[in-house]
């Protein structure tokens, strides 16, 4: 009882500290991409799913508010940025191939885009979700921070986006592989293309792990995909409004 009750205190008072939080949230990432690699990045052994999931359940378990993990987490989220920028690099190295292939990008990128927007809002509106799950729906394939923006903007509630943007990047993350090899796609740019227009950020980390052309034509899909939903979201909405 005593060790029962010594445990309890210290886990009182290490989880009232943002470094635990950040710390955690690193290792179990790292502990699941050591599980992913193990598996031979296998789409269905997804690194952010695993630590989603043991991260959710850490929390719900130990009953710690949100706000307490993100008080840590709040670090990563900002290194989002950085990282982000960072996929400036691979698009330089490959610059040749992006600009021998600007013309099909600049083809599927609207295509993409509007298919998105378009099948999320009107396949919610035929099986009658109300209008707030809708405006959060709407800009669910681009990276967080601009999909929490647009939501904002036109009446959405950016938590709720948020979370159908993870959801929306998980899914395509586990089925891009496997749907483009059954589709017999094997340019590992058009691949990438499309995971990073359909899933964001996680489906360019799918592209990165799979083929390093693949991720480059992935982060260009996200940056330019993220600058047209931003303009074609209330378009799409005022529309059907």
Same mark, same amino acid.
């Given at each position: 009882?005593?060790?029962?009750?010594?445990?309890?205190?210290?886990?009182?008072?290490?989880?009232?500290?943002?470094?635990?939080?950040?710390?955690?949230?690193?290792?179990?990432?790292?502990?699941?991409?050591?599980?992913?690699?193990?598996?031979?990045?296998?789409?269905?052994?997804?690194?952010?799913?695993?630590?989603?999931?043991?991260?959710?359940?850490?929390?719900?378990?130990?009953?710690?508010?949100?706000?307490?993990?993100?008080?840590?987490?709040?670090?990563?989220?900002?290194?989002?940025?950085?990282?982000?920028?960072?996929?400036?690099?691979?698009?330089?190295?490959?610059? &040749?191939?992006?600009?021998?292939? $600007? #013309?099909?990008? +600049?083809?599927? /990128?609207?295509?993409?885009? @509007?298919?998105? =927007? *378009?099948?999320?809002?009107?396949?919610?509106?035929?099986?009658?979700?109300?209008?707030?799950?809708?405006?959060?729906?709407?800009?669910?394939?681009?990276?967080?921070?601009?999909?929490?923006?647009?939501?904002?903007?036109?009446?959405?509630?950016?938590?709720?986006?948020?979370?159908?943007?993870?959801?929306?990047?998980?899914?395509?993350?586990?089925?891009?592989?496997?749907?483009?090899?059954?589709?017999?796609?094997?340019?590992?740019?058009?691949?990438?293309?499309?995971?990073?227009?359909?899933?964001?950020?996680?489906?360019?980390?799918?592209?990165?792990?799979?083929?390093?052309? &693949?991720?480059?034509?992935?982060? $260009? #899909?996200?940056? +330019?995909?993220? /600058?047209?939903?931003?303009? @074609?979201?209330? =378009? *799409?909405?005022?529309?059907?409004?």
């Amino acid at each position: 009882m005593t060790g029962g009750a010594s445990f309890f205190e210290l886990w009182v008072y290490l989880s009232a500290s943002p470094l635990l939080w950040l710390t955690l949230t690193i290792g179990v990432f790292l502990l699941a991409r050591r599980i992913a690699q193990a598996s031979g990045n296998h789409p269905l052994v997804n690194p952010i799913l695993l630590s989603i999931t043991v991260l959710v359940l850490l929390l719900w378990g130990t009953g710690t508010p949100y706000a307490t993990f993100f008080a840590g987490a709040q670090f990563v989220h900002f290194m989002l940025g950085p990282a982000t920028v960072a996929l400036a690099v691979p698009l330089w190295r490959n610059r &040749a191939l992006v600009g021998s292939m $600007l #013309a099909p990008v +600049l083809l599927a /990128l609207p295509a993409g885009a @509007l298919t998105a =927007v *378009v099948s999320a809002v009107g396949l919610g509106s035929v099986f009658g979700v109300p209008e707030p799950l809708l405006l959060a729906l709407a800009p669910k394939s681009v990276t967080a921070g601009i999909a929490m923006g647009i939501a904002g903007e036109i009446g959405g509630d950016p938590a709720l986006t948020a979370v159908f943007v993870i959801a929306t990047g998980i899914i395509g993350a586990i089925l891009v592989t496997p749907l483009m090899n059954a589709l017999g796609i094997r340019d590992y740019a058009a691949r990438g293309f499309a995971a990073g227009l359909a899933s964001h950020g996680i489906g360019t980390a799918r592209a990165f792990q799979v083929d390093g052309v &693949a991720g480059t034509f992935a982060g $260009l #899909a996200m940056a +330019l995909n993220g /600058l047209l939903t931003a303009l @074609l979201v209330p =378009v *799409v909405v005022g529309f059907l409004r």
